[in-house]
């Protein structure tokens, strides 16, 4: 048999660090009429909820109002956002189809250029029409200022009533 010092020290133990032991062996008692921690405690989370009681009606509809106007600027710029896509990719189909035209009216220059044969305008001129260059004073010259084209006011008269004998009959 051993020894009561024996015995007395194995019960003995160390506490270190923080997973210490609680040594506590009698569990805590209640006085009479004196609510428990855990009734206390019940009380307190319902004491918490009366003066919280959570969202009331204008903090829920300024969030509804709140919501509902982002989602409106979402669906707005996304609307705008499609817009700006059709209208680059029809500008770039109209693009396109300018120089697709320009080619074109090049092509149909470059034809009218090559199929004149002056020549043969200057021939069919003088020997089937008859026409002649005029004469230096048949040529009358004039400057204008304003721009590239002649405005006429009236009939150009024609050579027989132009000349001295006829005007002096009249």
């Known amino acids: 048999m051993k020894s009561y010092q024996e015995n007395n020290i194995r019960k003995t133990y160390y506490v ?6 609680n040594l506590q062996l009698v569990p805590d008692y209640q006085v009479e009429g004196a609510p428990s921690k855990r009734e206390q405690q019940t009380r307190e989370t319902v004491k918490r909820k009366k003066v919280n009681p959570g969202m009331d009606i ?3 509809l300024l969030f509804a109002i709140a919501v509902s106007v982002t989602f409106y600027t ?3 710029y996304l609307s705008v956002q499609s817009n700006i896509t059709q209208m680059e990719k029809k500008a770039a ?3 396109s189809e300018l120089v697709k035209l ?3 009216n090049k092509a149909a220059l470059s ?3 090559t199929s004149l044969d002056l020549n043969y305008i200057y021939q ?6 008859g026409m002649v260059y005029p004469k230096e004073n048949q040529v009358i010259t004039y400057e204008s200022t304003l721009s590239d084209y002649v405005r006429q006011y009236g009939d150009i008269p024609d050579e027989s009533e ?6 002096i009959i009249n």
């Open 74 to 76: 979402c669906i707005e």
């Open 111 to 113: 034809e009218i250029n």
């Open 162 to 167: 132009s000349s001295i004998l006829s005007k």
């Open 102 to 104: 320009e080619n074109q």
């Open 16 to 21: 270190e660090g923080n997973t210490a032991r």
């Open 58 to 60: 204008f903090s829920f």
């Open 124 to 129: 069919v001129a003088t020997n089937e029409l």
């Open 93 to 95: 189909t109209l693009e």
